[in-house]
């Protein structure tokens, strides 16, 4: 009975569902309201309201700024969640490492990576400060820091990698994302403007334009080393884990 | 179109044809060691004759100047690659393959 009385339930939740679902607009054609408001309306004012030239980025730092800090702070999450499970690695443990594959990674690799590693940090750094004028931003540089990281610690071994990036600057820079957020918008909110507007509308009014160009690249870079910082310590977390489970 | 439209377009085409012909080769070829032969090849002279074919295409601006680095990356990159899947492969020591019914022929190879 309760068993009927459910899936009767979820039956007729389903078909509402479904009627709502096939009177919504068409994926992807002209006519919708996004593609006639939404679209234009961003494309024609964003520069000149956010003083952004790469639109997206306006968009997700500026017009969405609220939404992009939750994103950010779900980074941390993941990271605390997953250090919560796996726990840090410990400074003894790094010290004591050795590499346990009998083949050691070949010259060729070895210098390829220390000859590339520079050049791809260098355009990382160029992928974030470029953000707001040119595709790309603080996401995609700090995944490039962290895919760098990965490959480095791959060849290297984790003794190498984290004498390079050490425990307490990570643990220092992990929240950069974050915080940089919050110290843009509590700065914001200093100046007499409203909370991530990047204006601060009490304070010379005639730098304006590049007041939040510059709060801008300081949050994409908050987001760039919080998340290459994020990416690491969860890479040195997971290789601790197997460490481990090796030597046992 | 303009003679340099031509060239460029001559370039690219015989680098989507190299790309094929690698696609075709990772995919056709029976084992790791066959297999890294066509990847690697095929796609470094795919790209490389790509990145000429836009080289052209663009003249004499700073993008010429980030197409020689993006080929100088991508030469030694891929070369790197190849040698590391190939070393890694010999050191598992993969089985080559063979043609089955030469197989009891043949044992002095590798």
Sequence with gaps: MKRTVSLLFIAALAALLLYVVANMPPMGDPANPTATHVIPRYLENAEEETHTENVITGIILNYRGYDTMGEVTVIFCALAAVLAVLGRERRGAIEGFVDRSEVVSSTIVRTMVRFMVPFILLFSLYTIFHGESSPGGGFQGGAIIGGSMIVFTTIFGLAESSRRVPQRIRAALEGAAVMGFFLVGALGLLGGGEFLTYAWPKVAPGLQPSLVVWLTILVEVGIGLGGAMVLTSILFAMIREEEIATAS | ?110
């Excluded at chain 2, 012909?21 to 084992?31: A, E, F, H, N």
């Excluded at chain 2, 796609?43 to 080929?71: E, H, N, Q, R």
């Excluded at chain 2, 990159?77 to 030469?102: K, M, N, V």
């Design chain 2, 1 to 110: 179109m303009t003679a340099k439209e031509i060239v460029a377009g001559i370039f690219c085409c015989i680098g989507t044809f190299f790309f094929i012909l690698g696609t075709t080769g990772l995919l056709r070829m029976p084992d790791i060691f066959s297999r890294l032969h066509p990847s690697t090849k095929c796609d470094t002279l795919g790209a490389c004759s790509v990145i000429v074919g836009m080289a052209v295409y663009s003249g004499w601006s700073w993008d010429l100047l980030k197409l020689i680095f993006i080929a100088c990356f991508l030469l030694l990159s891929s070369a790197t690659c190849g040698h590391a899947i190939g070393r890694s492969a010999l050191r598992r020591d993969i089985p080559y393959w063979r043609r089955q019914d030469e197989g009891a022929k043949s044992g002095d190879g590798a």
